[in-house]
């Protein structure tokens, strides 16, 4: 797993130098690298060290069914080594949207890792692949997306599943799920799959999963979902800002009262964060400048499974997907209740039909012994 | 009139609830009751106007609080009930609940016809009489055991990625295994139906008991005791659902 072998490349310190960076701006990077994915001071060092000794590991980086956003949150991540080095120069031997090749000259360099770093390269996946009509939904270089994942998992290391699509499907997988839509680890069974959720993650927490990987030489520890612990073992509620006032009580109750000028929660206007692990509450996005929630959106819970259908956006999620019109089950609820109710008036009155000569022996009998007493 | 009778009944007292299984129902009736109205809260609490700095007020937190309080209660006393379904009188045992037998079956079968049915039994308006509870009854109970277990298995669930304790970890792996915590919050919200229902139903079905057989049904989960004709006795006309042993 390690990519110790190959010795053709330069170190990750080198491209840092070679790319005009000082010994600061690398300190900087693996100290914030380090933090983030959730090591303590004293392995600096050890990341330090990584980084400086370690060659350059070659990635191959596909993209399926997806918008790209992925690759748009990495790019944009905080700090410029990121995109530089990990990205741009020591990364990618093949990724569609960043490659300079195209045509035959891509595919030839996919070809040349593949069977150069057998075994070694990390296999990124960025979108999900659809699985109906043989996978005519999306094909590159006249191969389905199932046939260049097999191919591509077939030497892999290990795969970063990038992003929603490639962890659970995503919108494209939401119902009726036209092209069959299906996340990296219902069809790869056999390499370790880091799953790494949101639409887009969080870049820093892309860079950290990456400096993970290259700095140990495993992959980092997951939850019972497949995540890295490191960023997704809080619900982005527990890291909130606003949660004081989610404990008080005090609610936005639309979007534009005087609750939402003061920054109250959003839980009433549907805000998943309660349900969703995220790193977003601590990590932000745009360099720390902000999250969803801190611009006054709820957090409609991008990184979760099936947020596409499991409920609205803007509501607190108690509604039934696929009953035509989605209802809520607190109104099935009452409408079941109604039911019940007349349902038992209509047994009661049953009952004293039905049972009108048994009754009226128990009372009879009764007033009797009554009588009897004096 | 009083000539009508051929006697009047001679009741004998039984002892059918036993002081943990009333100890039981009405501990589970006091915390299902805080838990759905604490659930409704938290689902969709009301909006408050307060004056007050919010680190002054924790509303939200005392509903969270006493519906996890509740939950711990609820999930103790399921779990005793369970160990008394084993230790219990014959009226508490599992075989009540839990259909082993055909004659479990064809005893549901009658009551369906004979108490909702309405239907006649060889002429008579009512045939059936269980002491404890009939086995259309016990089989209910047996369905809402399914529905504490799924209220406890979601409600930990979620609960587990806030608690420090092994307990609510134990039930880490529901959340996980339904894909997340948006779902496991919608069943955990949806089966609270069942409670509500069946509360609704069991109430009704209980002055419905006292009413036709006037065995005391109502007063039987206070003392324990319940009023049964000699009759049952002499002709040896009890039977539980499924049978003894």
């Excluded at chain 2, 009930?81 to 009540?96: D, S």
């Excluded at chain 2, 779902?183 to 139906?193: D, E, V």
């Amino acid at each position: 797993m390690t990519n110790d072998a190959i010795t053709t490349q330069p170190t990750y310190y080198e491209e840092v130098l070679r790319k005009g960076y000082s010994r600061r701006d690398f300190v900087r990077f693996v100290s914030m690298m380090t933090a983030f994915i959730g090591l303590e001071q004293s392995a600096i060092g050890q990341v330090t060290k990584a980084m400086e000794t370690k060659q350059r590991m070659p990635v191959i980086w596909l993209h399926f069914q997806e918008c790209t956003c992925c690759s748009e949150s990495f790019i944009r991540s905080s700090h410029p080594i990121v995109a530089d080095i990990l990205l741009d120069k020591i990364s990618l031997d093949y990724t569609e949207t960043l490659m300079a090749a195209s045509g035959t000259q891509a595919e030839e360099a996919l070809k040349n890792t593949m069977t150069k770093y057998k075994g070694k390269y990390l296999l990124c996946v960025e979108g999900s692949v659809p699985m109906g009509a043989d996978g005519v939904y999306c094909m590159i270089g006249g191969k389905t997306s199932l046939q260049i994942l097999e191919e591509a998992s077939e030497g892999a290391a290990a795969i970063i599943a990038w992003g929603s699509c490639a962890s659970n499907g995503c919108v494209q997988s939401a119902k009726p799920n036209p092209t069959g839509a299906t996340p990296i680890h219902k069809i790869i069974k056999n390499k370790p799959i880091i799953k790494v959720p949101g639409c887009p993650p969080i870049g820093e927490v892309m860079a950290g999963v990456i400096v993970h990987y290259l700095t140990f030489g495993r992959i980092p520890e997951l939850d019972k979902l497949g995540r890295p612990k490191a960023f997704y073992s809080k619900r982005v509620h527990d890291t909130c800002y606003r949660r004081p006032f989610y404990d008080a009580g005090l609610f936005v109750e639309t979007f534009d009262d005087e609750n939402a000028k003061k920054g109250y929660c959003l839980y009433k206007v549907g805000c998943k964060g309660p349900s969703t692990y995220n790193a977003c509450g601590v990590m932000k996005w745009n360099n720390g400048t902000s999250y969803p929630i801190q611009s006054g959106h709820p957090c409609i819970g991008c990184s979760e499974e099936n947020f596409w259908d499991n409920g609205r956006l803007y509501e607190r999620g108690s509604s039934f997907a696929g009953f035509g019109i989605e209802s809520s089950a607190d109104t099935l609820g009452k409408v079941a209740l109604g039911v019940t109710g007349a349902a038992l008036l209509g047994h009661a009155v049953a009952t004293n039909i039905g049972k009108s000569t048994f009754i009226q022996e128990h009372q009879e009998e009764g007033k009797e012994s009554e009588k009897e007493l004096k | 009139m009083p000539n009508k009778y051929l006697h009047v009944h001679r009741l004998r007292r039984v002892y059918v609830w036993e002081l943990p299984v009333r100890f039981y129902h009405w501990l589970n009736a006091l915390v299902i009751l805080a838990l759905i109205v604490t659930g409704f809260y938290i689902s969709d609490p009301l909006a408050l106007a307060s004056s007050k700095e919010a680190s002054a007020t924790y509303t939200m937190g005392w509903f969270r609080y006493i519906h996890f309080a509740a939950a711990y209660l609820f999930f103790f006393n399921f779990l005793f009930r369970i160990y008394w379904g084993f230790v219990g009188n014959k009226y508490a045992n599992w075989k009540q609940f839990i259909p082993t037998s055909k004659r479990f079956f064809k005893e549901m079968w009658t009551v369906f016809k004979i108490d909702i049915l309405m239907l006649k039994k060889n002429g008579k308006q009512q045939d059936h009489l269980s002491v404890g509870h009939n086995a259309m009854a016990g089989f209910i109970y047996f369905l809402s055991f399914l529905a504490f277990l799924v209220q406890c298995l979601t409600g930990f669930g979620l609960y587990a990625s806030m608690s420090g304790w092994w307990l609510p970890k134990l039930f880490a792996w529901v959340p996980a295994l339904l894909g997340g915590d948006i779902l496991t919050r919608q069943i955990h919200h949806w089966s609270m139906w069942f409670f509500i229902l069946f509360a609704v139903i069991h109430v009704y079905l209980v002055f419905f008991h006292d009413y036709v057989e006037g065995r005391g049904e109502i007063s039987s989960m206070g003392g324990g005791w319940k009023f049964i004709e000699e009759d049952v006795f002499k002709n040896d006309k009890h039977q539980t659902p499924n049978p003894e042993n």
